[in-house]
Antibody
Framework: EVQLLESGGGLVQPGGSLRLSCAASGFTFSSHDMSWVRQAPGKGLEWVSSINDNGGNSYHADSVKGRFTISRDNSKNTLFLQMNSLTAEDTAVYYC???????WGQGTLVTVSS | EIVLTQSPGTLSLSPGERVTLSCRTSQSISSGYLAWYQQKPGQAPRLLIYGASIRATGIPDRFSGSGSGTDFILTIRRLEPEDFAVYYCQYYGASPWTFGQGTKVEIK
């Protein structure tokens, strides 16, 4: 069974940093592209970042470009999202997803507030 | 960036009714890169349809997708109580991926 388990969310002050992780199991992690998608409270879905299977190519939404970095460790079946210079607009539930969205984790809440 | 516009914003329906949800893209896209998701409160989205018309694993056949070019449709043949949720379309052909704003299907 495919499982994706996010962690690392929490409360952070504006301007701060946070690193999200997504532990994958139940499939060959190194064979799949992975993504982060977020959802602000009461709002719709917003694609954040994607990375290809070997980590050689990554893409970020304009809203996070230069502040967020997606990466992966295929030896540990783990996906990461390094988030810097956080603002209130980054407050959301962050989901990791396999490929374009065949499978999703349960999400981790990031709250940016002073 | 390809913008996806879903309509209507909200649908109030009764169990057993047929549902048709629309997703219009700002420019023509390959139907191979259009997906539909269902999301219930407090849950992650669930993939229903990919490639515009291919049902994901385990999705009941009352759900169907169609369309091409700029106009795509998700049809629920006969609403079940568990189908009341928010539905999103998604374009995933190239960065940036984009989502529609969602259509809420609520109980009348």
């Amino acid at each position: 069974e495919v499982q994706l388990l996010e962690s690392g969310g929490g409360l952070v002050q504006p301007g701060g940093s946070l690193r999200l992780s997504c532990a994958a199991s139940g499939f060959t992690f190194s064979s799949h592209d992975m993504s982060w998608v977020r959802q602000a409270p009461g709002k719709g879905l917003e694609w954040v970042s994607s990375i290809n299977d070997n980590g050689g190519n990554s893409y970020h939404a304009d809203s996070v470009k230069g502040r967020f970095t997606i990466s992966r460790d295929n030896s540990k079946n783990t996906l990461f999202l390094q988030m810097n210079s956080l603002t209130a607009e980054d407050t959301a539930v962050y989901y990791c997803a396999r490929n374009a969205g065949t499978h999703w984790g349960q999400g981790t809440l990031v709250t940016v507030s002073s | 960036e390809i913008v996806l516009t879903q309509s209507p914003g909200t649908l109030s329906l009764s169990p057993g009714e047929r549902v048709t949800l629309s997703c219009r893209t700002s420019q023509s896209i390959s139907s191979g890169y259009l997906a539909w998701y269902q999301q219930k409160p407090g849950q992650a989205p669930r993939l229903l349809i990919y490639g515009a018309s291919i049902r994901a694993t385990g999705i009941p056949d009352r759900f169907s997708g169609s369309g091409s070019g700029t106009d795509f449709i998700l049809t629920i043949r006969r609403l079940e109580p568990e189908d009341f949720a928010v539905y999103y379309c998604q374009y995933y052909g190239a960065s940036p991926w984009t989502f529609g704003q969602g259509t809420k299907v609520e109980i009348k």
